[in-house]
């Protein structure tokens, strides 16, 4: 989101606190001056994750500090993996296995392609999964790990952790 | 001169052989043993004539003497043990590194069984007896990552390591991606190549990579894993169009060994990889990437099997055995 706020001392902190006061997490703050501004007003643009139903209340509390909300661009799930599932994906109710993730409210399936090549052939579908946060992805693909198995499907994952 | 005597001459045995002959390297056969022969001198044997006798007879000198004979009783240094694998046993060439060890004798071996499956009662035999045992050739052919991760990266604390480490597998799921053949296609014609077993199951299966997994492990963490802790899947499930699928997102798919102690991870899986990924070679090249907390990510690329290939990895060890201990005693 992007706030204007007036430039004193302790302007920033106050306009900090209420996003910790709902449970929110900072991942950026960037301000920067602009030239064409009023000089005592400073715009500041934030990065944040809140949990789901907090963005009224918070918007309330800036307020009550004084801060103007210029802009708020949701985007409401930040991490995207895509895996890989072979095996008789229809036979083993492929809607079940979709909604194992979709039903959890933290991740869902964004898209979904599908190759069945014959009717008694093993078939091939790629699975974007888009989540919240990092551990909410790995609770994501825990539930595809433990489905596959349970199902006899290969699942191929993407490989994470070189930084 | 160093002296060493040499045990299995397949393909690897004969690199070594033909290279220790060509070049110049301070190193002397003085006992050779194949499966069905034996012979030693201990002023260096004939080594372009046993190699002759070998193809002509299939085998190379005395069938009234061994392995054994030569391990016990022949003068030499350092034993080059280069039979093949055996990997649920180690056997014998558990047996013949020990008979070197117990003599007191370096021991520079390619053969993946007994590292894996015996490598704590080795080492600690080895160290007992002040003498190395070194296994640079059992994993990822030329490519020096013993040597890289004892003394080029001496000192950093390895945090985890992801590894190409089965030149067959590489191979087979080059030729899908690049072709669109199914798994059974790319098979056939890496068998063709001479690139895999009629039974490629150790292979594709990954229990081949799995075992370079447990050898790399040990090295580095010293924590006696075996294979069983390996959480293991092959590539002979995959189909080509999940290859297609993962090349529409710019991706393709590896089979990656993979261990990361503080996750607990230790695992040979097929994985999707973005194509510009460091760890995506292509056909019979291995690679690995090292994550370590000063030098950061490593990655080494090379070939990972051959005879030569192999022979220059062996070489490295006899070299190193040589510098460190021989020629200052």
């Known amino acids: 989101m992007k706030l204007e706020m007036k430039d004193s001392p302790g302007q920033l902190v106050a306009a900090l606190k209420p996003i910790s006061d709902v449970g929110g997490n900072i991942i950026a703050v960037i301000h920067q001056r602009e030239p064409d501004l009023d000089e005592d007003t400073l715009n500041v643009q934030i990065v944040l994750e809140l949990p789901e139903g907090f963005l009224g209340k918070l918007v309330t509390l800036l307020k009550e500090q004084g801060v103007r909300i210029q802009r708020i661009d949701e985007e409401r799930l930040l991490f995207k993996r895509t895996v890989i599932m072979i095996g008789h994906l229809m036979h083993t109710d492929l809607s079940d296995t979709v909604d194992q993730i979709d039903s959890t409210g933290f991740a869902e399936v964004s898209e979904l392609a599908l190759s069945m090549p014959a009717v008694k052939e093993r078939s091939t579908s790629r699975i974007t999964i888009k989540a919240v946060s990092r ?15 349970q199902k006899s499907l290969l699942l191929i994952e993407p490989l994470e952790g070189i930084t | 001169m160093m002296k060493v005597a040499l045990i299995g001459l397949g393909s690897v045995g004969r690199g070594v052989a033909g290279m220790l002959q060509k070049k110049d390297l301070g190193i002397t056969i003085t006992g050779i043993a194949d499966s069905k022969s034996a012979c030693m001198d201990p002023d260096g044997l004939d080594i372009a004539n046993l190699l002759a006798n070998k193809t002509k007879n299939g085998y190379c000198g005395d069938r009234k003497m061994s392995a054994s004979d030569v391990i016990k009783k022949a003068d030499y240094d350092a034993l080059i043990e280069v039979t093949p694998t055996n990997a649920l046993s180690g056997e014998p060439a558990i047996g013949y590194i020990k008979g070197a060890l117990l003599r007191k004798k370096h021991v520079v071996t390619s053969n993946k069984g007994p590292i894996a499956l015996a490598y704590k009662e080795l080492h600690t035999l080895a160290v007992r007896k002040g003498v190395a045992l070194r296994y640079e050739a059992t994993v990822a052919g030329a490519i020096p990552i013993m040597h890289t991760l004892e003394h080029g990266l001496a000192g950093n604390e390895i945090l985890a390591l992801y590894g190409v480490l089965n030149g067959t597998c590489n191979y087979i799921l080059t030729r899908m991606a690049a072709e669109g053949l199914t798994y059974e296609q790319a098979l056939m ?20 990579a799995a075992i370079k997994l447990v050898i790399l492990a040990n090295t580095i963490w010293g924590n006696s894993i075996r294979l069983s802790d390996v959480d293991r899947t092959g590539i002979d499930l995959l189909t080509p169009d999940a290859l297609r699928l993962a090349e529409e997102e710019g991706c393709t798919i590896r089979l990656i060994a993979e261990a990361i102690p503080r996750k607990h991870i230790l695992r040979v899986s097929p994985r999707i990889l973005e194509k510009n990924h460091p760890l995506v070679v292509d056909g019979t090249l291995n690679a690995l990437t090292l994550e370590t907390d000063m030098a950061k990510e490593i990655t080494l690329i090379g070939r990972g099997a051959g005879s030569i290939e192999t022979a220059s990895a062996i070489i490295g060890d006899l070299l190193f055995i040589n510098d460190r201990y021989v020629r200052h005693a």
Do not use: N
Request: glycine residues 6%.
């Open chain 1, 135 to 149: 551990p909410d992805m790995e609770a994501a693909l825990a539930i595809l790990r433990r489905v596959s198995r």
């Open chain 2, 189 to 208: 014609e890496a068998r063709e190549m001479g690139y895999a077993e009629a039974d490629p199951t150790y292979d594709v299966q990954g229990i081949d």
